[in-house]
């Protein structure tokens, strides 16, 4: 292995997010009941959150790219292509604490 550190991590990351394409489907249905209220459809929110929850698969197979920069020795973004899909978390969390506060 070129770089061992790296390549242990690149694979625990890349285990974790296709195991969590198991459940993905099932999530995905459960996305339609966010319109479920009368004035749901009013809220941005919703649009945003179940756009990125489709999303999800897209950014799974970007992060599966990170192997391209592990065999050109570009380690660092392999790390940062690897952990790609944490962008797609945070941006559900943070559409989460935006409409705690405020409703759009």
Known sequence: MKNA?????LFFFN???LITL??????LM???FMF???TSHDYV???ITVYIMASYPVAVLLSLSCWFFYHVRKFKWALVIGNLLLFWVAAIILVGIASSFVSF
């Open 5 to 9: 550190k790296v390549a242990y991590s």
């Open 15 to 17: 285990a974790v997010y």
């Open 22 to 27: 198991l459940g993905y489907p099932v999530v």
């Open 30 to 32: 459960l996305c339609v």
């Open 36 to 38: 479920d209220a009368p």
């Open 45 to 47: 929110s919703n649009y």
